[in-house]
């Protein structure tokens, strides 16, 4: 069984220590290739070193989360421009916007993320994206830039019935996390994660967050690491009705041909 984790923060400062070691896991459970995020204008650079140093097992996304937003300016559009072009950046994200916390003001979020919307389209890269509490207005705007891209994955989704059916008809991806594992806030998500098509469905950790609370026994230090996408891909399959060797297969399939791994 081979696996895509098509999230996985792995420029954070948890991972210094032992980095070596949470790569060798995630191959030990068959996790056999992972896409960095970058979040901000460093994190983005951090992100393409990692997938410099580790060849066809990791590979980079280049963009600028919501919560950064404020920190945008000509220089990061510009550098972001010249990172999107690099063959190990395979998609420009993550972007999006966060009205949950709201570290950025809104109109700054909305201006920040048709910036890097542009971008997309200009270089004809994926879209990586992120969006909570704000889906009214971030898929106004994505709507206005969906043909103009290649493809689009709306990571994380931890959304309504209502706003994965406005993605399906965008035909955007759905990258699906541990959040499906947790009984307080995504039980809501097991009803209807059969509804994504086999080939729109990607899975991810977004490690270090969103440790499964379903994995058994729970690791002290509650750090999750790429090595869990086995378990996240096992509770998927079993919420869809269909083999595991399925459900890793299918998403496998879908996360090479998203970001031409």
């Not at 080939?199 to 690491?225: C, F, G, K, M, W």
């Not at 090595?227 to 509770?235: A, K, S, T, W």
Request: aromatic share 8%; glycine share 6%; hydrophobic share 40%.
């Amino acid at each position: 069984m081979q696996l895509v984790d098509i999230g996985a923060n792995l420029t954070h400062e948890s991972f210094r220590h032992d980095f070596d070691a949470v790569l060798q896991r995630a191959q030990a459970h068959g996790v056999v290739q992972m896409v960095v995020t970058g979040a901000s204008h460093v994190g983005s650079d951090h992100a393409l070193e990692l997938a410099r140093r580790h060849p066809d097992m990791l590979y980079a996304t280049a963009g600028v989360h919501p919560h950064h937003a404020v920190d945008y300016n000509d220089v990061t559009d510009a550098h972001l421009r010249e990172l999107a072009r690099m063959p190990e950046v395979r998609a420009v994200g993550e972007t999006g916007l966060d009205y949950h916390r709201n570290y950025s003001p809104r109109d700054v979020q909305l201006e920040v993320f048709e910036r890097q919307l542009r971008i997309a389209a200009d270089v004809g890269k994926p879209l990586f994206l992120h969006q909570r509490d704000a889906h009214h207005d971030f898929f106004a705007l994505l709507k206005r830039y969906r043909d103009k891209v290649p493809a689009v994955v709306v990571h994380c989704f931890t959304d309504t019935h209502e706003a994965l059916g406005d993605y399906l008809a965008l035909d955007c991806h759905i990258g699906i996390t541990g959040w499906i594992c947790d009984e307080r806030r995504g039980t809501h998500l097991r009803e209807f994660v059969r509804e994504i098509p086999t080939d729109r469905l990607l899975i991810e950790t977004d490690a270090p967050y969103l440790l499964p609370r379903s994995v058994r026994p729970q690791p002290s230090h509650r750090r999750n690491e790429p090595m869990y996408l086995r378990h996240i891909c096992e509770e998927i399959a079993r919420d869809r009705g269909e083999p595991v060797e399925a459900t890793a297969a299918n998403s496998t399939a879908a996360a090479r041909a998203f970001f031409g791994l």
